[in-house]
């Protein structure tokens, strides 16, 4: 197993993105803020860097040479600088402009479904370089469906860059002729202020997301609840506008954010009301009690810094200290490109949009989501069920896809599969920057509807996801099952990297937010009080999921009590295998690599790599398997290598050709709440047995190369209490693990144990 480097961005793909990060992502910036400072678009022009409008028309008018024929043989072109009124051609540089391409893609897709009325085979629409500027959501429907076999596929024009923004300028920036009430006197000589119309969540400037004005943290007291919290003196003031002033926090637990709209503010008693409710009720954090969990945002006395800004709807003023000197954009849209089947939500049956296809295009400037009164949350409200929160969402699809794209610097998510969706394809794209998760697989909710499956997301590159909701996944795959989900790198992420999820057995009889609005009550049997995982395991569709060399790291950045990869609530059949899980380094200290949890069950665990990961490794509960992975260096400090926890008896569990590496003397194998009750269950003669006792346990390796003896001693007491009876107490042997590399050398004593070596080469990003 050859040694990787810590983070691979060096594919082809990787690379040309990288270059354009950032550069091209405001399109053409009308003007600056006549600051005294000299203006960063022109030396950005001079230094021949991306941020110039010459730049984009560049791209959008290529010359043909430069691609063969082939490459640039399409049905309809798109161009920037086209018109709705030509008939979608591709000009040629000789052109007298009388006819040419299409300016929108609206008008592509329209163009598409009469030429299709007659046109039996596959249809291609190339959309050129620049940036095309969105003010309505362009809706895909079954009208756009590809014949049989036959495919629709809108794409970029070879080597240039096509992008797709909601951003909408704002250039009237004036100096304040007048000081706002409570904008604090540091800030007078630097905010501007523009007129603006609407609400709105997010801003962007060249840099991407720009940071609402936000107050000091404090901890709430313990009698908040879900729709009121105490605040301390003077933090906040009633106003005429306090719709638009928001709660910012983490409700009683460390793995959940929750943005919240005030609808009162008690000045004198310092109590607030939301008009939507928390997640949990509004106290401090239930494992962080000195944690500041909670701030203001979006109240002008607390704009004192570069970069905030503060919207004032009623007044329709929009208030910002600037970071640079380049344009400044208000998202219009949340959702960019949606394509929508024909769905019977309560019925049984949904009709798709098949064979639909995108590549090449990047989407950004997004607005951020709100929760609102009626939403269905998903497990712990981390996203909600069948919400436009991201820039393209497949509603009802099949055989369609998405590759290659670039989502980049938006407040909401980058892509959703959701409710009716099989066979799909999201496969080497980049997504960043996002204020929500990067990739959502988001079924029915528990019932007998069971349509989300079989799709495919691989290679794509995920990284700095949760920009806003901190909680949101870089992948996610809620009541959806028998996708396959591999070859993906997911990095710098706050909380988890992927998620597998459904819906934990207690919930059937919880009719609140999260999860419960989501189950179809009208398709299930009346249910017994006291269930057990049997009586519904049949509506769990997160089943038979294969997550399978992926890359994770630098996961767990901010919050606590989560993981590289978890399963929870979700059905049987799931496996996750050769993973590359590494560098979960952040000091929260509640975090592993890999965890099943709420009641999961019928979980392969097998052949990742664990290494160099804060607190634990591999967290297990019931009959999870634990086959053939190596965790090595848990650190500061660690709780254990292999964690077995409480939920019931650990009966047809396997913890079987493991490797436990510890490089340091401060190392614990194999960690285990103490006996009690619910937590151990007797052999036949009467003695208790710890949780990995209960489990099949052998043929594993413990070994400490700071302190040897620590195996041998945990090695005893695994067979004093009968397991681990062919297990060793030696060194691996691997090749390099001062430096990460783990390959096994050919006398390695695994291999006689049957420890299969891991290939890491296989595993990450792949040049395809």
């Given at each position: 197993m050859k040694r990787q480097p810590t983070v691979r961005l060096a594919t082809s793909r990787q690379c040309v993105y990288a270059a354009n990060t950032r550069s091209v992502s405001m399109g053409a910036p009308p003007g600056k803020f006549g600051h005294p400072r000299r203006s960063r678009l022109r030396l950005a022009v001079k230094r021949g860097t991306l941020h110039s409008a010459a730049f984009l028309l560049l791209l959008t008018l290529l010359p043909a040479s430069l691609c063969t024929a082939a490459d640039t043989d399409a049905n309809f072109y798109v161009s920037p600088v086209g018109s709705d009124a030509w008939s979608g051609t591709l000009a040629q540089p000789n052109d007298t402009k009388t006819d040419?391409?299409?300016?929108?893609?609206?008008?592509?897709?329209?163009?598409?479904?009469?030429?299709?009325?007659?046109?039996?085979?596959?249809?291609?629409?190339?959309?050129?370089?620049?940036?095309?500027?969105?003010?309505?959501?362009?809706?895909?429907?079954?009208?756009?469906?590809?014949?049989?076999?036959?495919?629709?596929?809108?794409?970029?024009?070879?080597?240039?860059?096509?992008?797709?923004?909601?951003?909408?300028?704002?250039?009237?920036?004036?100096?304040?002729?007048?000081?706002?009430?409570?904008l604090p006197a540091k800030s007078l000589r630097y905010v501007r202020v523009a007129d603006v119309s609407g609400r709105f969540h997010a801003l962007f400037d060249s840099a991407g997301l720009l940071p609402r004005a936000r107050s000091k943290g404090f901890i709430p007291p313990e009698d908040g609840s879900r729709n009121e919290f105490h605040f301390p003196a003077g933090r906040l003031k009633n106003r005429a506008n306090i719709g638009d002033v928001e709660v910012v926090l983490r409700p009683h637990h460390a793995w959940i954010v929750n943005l919240l709209p005030l609808k009162s503010v008690d000045e004198r008693r310092r109590i607030a009301t939301t008009s939507v409710a928390a997640t949990y009720a509004i106290k401090q954090l239930h494992f962080l009690k000195q944690t500041e969990s909670c701030w203001i945002e979006n109240a002008l006395e607390d704009l004192d810094e570069p970069g905030e800004w503060a919207l004032n709807s009623q007044e329709g003023k929009l208030y910002l200290w600037p970071r640079n000197d380049s344009a400044v954009l208000v998202p219009q849209l949340t959702e960019l490109i949606r394509v929508e089947g024909e769905i019977d939500s309560n019925g049984p049956t949904d009709r798709p949009v098949r064979?639909?296809?995108?590549?090449?295009?990047?989407?950004?400037?997004?607005?951020?989501?709100?929760?609102?009164?009626?939403?269905?949350?998903?497990?712990?409200?981390?996203?909600?069920?069948?919400?436009?929160?991201?820039?393209?969402?497949?509603?009802?699809?099949?055989?369609?896809?998405?590759?290659?794209?670039?989502?980049?610097?938006?407040?909401?998510?980058?892509?959703?599969?959701?409710?009716?969706?099989?066979?799909?394809?999201i496969s080497g794209n980049t997504i960043e920057q996002m204020g929500g998760a990067g990739i959502l697989l988001c079924g029915y909710g528990p019932g007998t509807k069971d349509v989300n499956r079989g799709n495919t997301v691989h290679n794509n590159h995920i990284h700095h996801v949760g920009r806003i909701y901190s909680h949101s996944p870089g992948i996610m795959v809620w009541q959806s099952g028998e996708?396959?989900?591999?070859?993906?790198?997911?990095?710098?992420?706050?909380?988890?990297?992927?998620?597998?999820?459904?819906?934990?057995?207690?919930?059937?009889?919880?009719?609140?937010?999260?999860?419960?609005?989501?189950?179809?009550?009208?398709?299930?049997?009346?249910?017994?009080?006291?269930?057990?995982?049997?009586?519904?395991?049949?509506?769990?569709?997160?089943?038979?999921?294969?997550?399978?060399?992926?890359?994770?790291?630098?996961?767990?950045?901010?919050?606590?009590?989560?993981?590289?990869?978890?399963?929870?609530?979700?059905?049987?059949?799931?496996?996750?295998?050769?993973n590359y899980i590494h560098h979960l380094v952040a000091p929260m200290k509640m975090q592993a690599a890999i965890r099943t949890d709420g009641g999961q069950q019928g979980t392969l665990i097998a052949e990742n790599l664990i290494y160099h990961c804060t607190s634990q490794g591999i967290l297990l509960k019931l009959n999870n398997r634990c086959e053939n992975n190596i965790v090595a260096d848990v650190i500061a400090p660690p709780r254990g290598y292999y964690l077995a926890l409480r939920e019931g008896p650990l009966t047809g569990a396997t913890i079987q050709r493991n490797i436990f590496y510890s490089s340091s003397a401060e190392c614990t194998f194999i960690d285990e709440l103490p006996a009690g009750r619910g937590r151990t269950t007797e052999d036949r003669r009467g003695r208790k047995l710890a949780m990995s006792h209960q489990a099949d346990t052998d043929n594993n390796i413990y070994f400490c190369a700071a302190k040897p003896e620590l195996g041998t001693q945990m090695l005893e007491q695994q067979q004093q209490a009968g397991v681990d009876s062919h297990s060793l107490a030696v060194d691996p042997l691997f090749v390099d693990p001062a430096n990460g590399d783990f390959r096994l050398r050919p006398n390695s004593p695994a291999l006689k144990l049957g420890i299969v070596p891991l290939d890491l080469s296989k595993v990450g990003l792949q040049n395809e």
């Open positions: 040419g391409p299409f300016a929108t893609l609206t008008r592509a897709r329209d163009a598409v479904r009469v030429l299709r009325a007659n046109h039996p085979g596959n249809v291609v629409v190339l959309v050129r370089g620049g940036t095309y500027r969105l003010s309505e959501t362009v809706v895909f429907g079954m009208k756009d469906s590809g014949h049989d076999d036959a495919t629709v596929t809108y794409a970029a024009y070879p080597d240039e860059t096509p992008i797709f923004s909601s951003g909408r300028f704002v250039d009237d920036w004036k100096p304040l002729s007048t000081t706002p009430p409570g064979n639909l296809h995108f590549r090449g295009l990047t989407f950004t400037h997004g607005d951020r989501y709100s929760i609102v009164a009626g939403d269905a949350g998903l497990q712990h409200d981390w996203d909600l069920h069948d919400k436009a929160n991201s820039l393209v969402r497949l509603r009802g699809t099949e055989n369609c896809s998405i590759k290659n794209c670039r989502f980049t610097d938006s407040g909401s998510g980058a892509i959703r599969v959701d409710l009716y969706g099989q066979r799909n394809t996708n396959r989900i591999h070859n993906n790198l997911v990095h710098h992420t706050p909380y988890t990297g992927i998620i597998l999820s459904g819906c934990v057995t207690d919930f059937f009889h919880r009719n609140g937010r999260e999860v419960g609005r989501t189950i179809r009550r009208h398709e299930l049997p009346p249910l017994p009080r006291r269930l057990a995982r049997e009586d519904v395991l049949a509506y769990l569709h997160t089943h038979d999921n294969v997550i399978e060399y992926n890359e994770v790291h630098h996961a767990m950045e901010l919050l606590g009590d989560g993981n590289a990869i978890y399963v929870r609530g979700a059905g049987d059949g799931n496996i996750i295998r050769r």
